[in-house]
């Protein structure tokens, strides 16, 4: 059975994600992990270092300002699991405000990004990418920052990593997860309606909640 934008948010809705094997890979099959990533967004961790950059930083942030590009920086990989269907089906959730994207730009350069989908209260963190230091890490605070100020209460990365790891993000059980989905799928949340922040204006704001 072919995807659909509406088959995929039924997925999202019960806590499962598509992936395929590689770019090239016309298969896509459907994850649901025993184990789920998190980013709990009151304790996403802004270290001394990421905050002496944030305020130093010439970079500016834009939402939504070239999705298919922040797509297209995550699938630039040796590795990728973003194939066409996949890349087309989130340009089709874009289309429907159900995507979203924040970059990270140096002038008119886009230098780092990560997209989503929203469900919700819920922001499904899909892929990110980083063509500079520290750029992916700045997209992720301006992110967090984001959330909270559109009142989303579960943010999602799926899977754990050690750069997650440094960031705040845990490991809860497919159970707990599916609990926090629930509660954050019949919350009412906005993705655009946040205003735009400097790095600067971010890292104030964080520091003040701290």
């Not at 780092?112 to 990110?128: D, H, I, P, Q, R």
């Not at 301006?142 to 993000?169: E, K, P, W």
Request: aromatic content about 10%; proline content about 5%; hydrophobic content about 40%.
């Amino acid at each position: 059975m072919r995807l659909t934008p509406d088959l995929l948010m039924q997925g999202y809705a019960n806590g499962i994600f598509p992936m395929a094997e590689h770019r090239d890979d016309p298969e896509v099959f459907w994850v649901d992990p025993q184990r789920r990533g998190v980013i709990p967004l009151r304790g996403f961790h802004l270290s001394r270092s990421l905050r002496r950059t944030m305020r130093q930083t010439g970079f500016h942030i834009r939402v939504d300002h070239d999705f298919p590009g922040v797509v297209d920086g995550c699938a630039d990989r040796a590795d990728t699991w973003i194939n066409t269907e996949i890349r087309n089906l989130y340009i089709a959730l874009h289309d429907r405000d159900q995507a979203h994207s924040l970059e990270v730009w140096d002038h008119e350069t886009m230098v780092g990004g990560v997209y989503g989908v929203t469900l919700g209260a819920a922001f499904f963190g899909e892929s990110m990418f980083s063509r500079r230091s520290n750029a992916s890490k700045i997209a992720l605070a301006c992110l967090v920052d984001r959330l909270l100020d559109g009142g989303f209460i579960l943010f999602d990365t799926q899977f754990l990593t050690d750069h997650l790891a440094s960031l705040g993000a845990i490991e809860i059980s497919r159970a707990a997860y599916h609990k926090e989905l629930r509660i954050a799928r019949s919350r009412p949340a906005s993705f655009s309606n946040p205003p735009l922040r400097t790095p600067q204006e971010v890292v104030h704001r964080m520091t003040q909640m701290s």
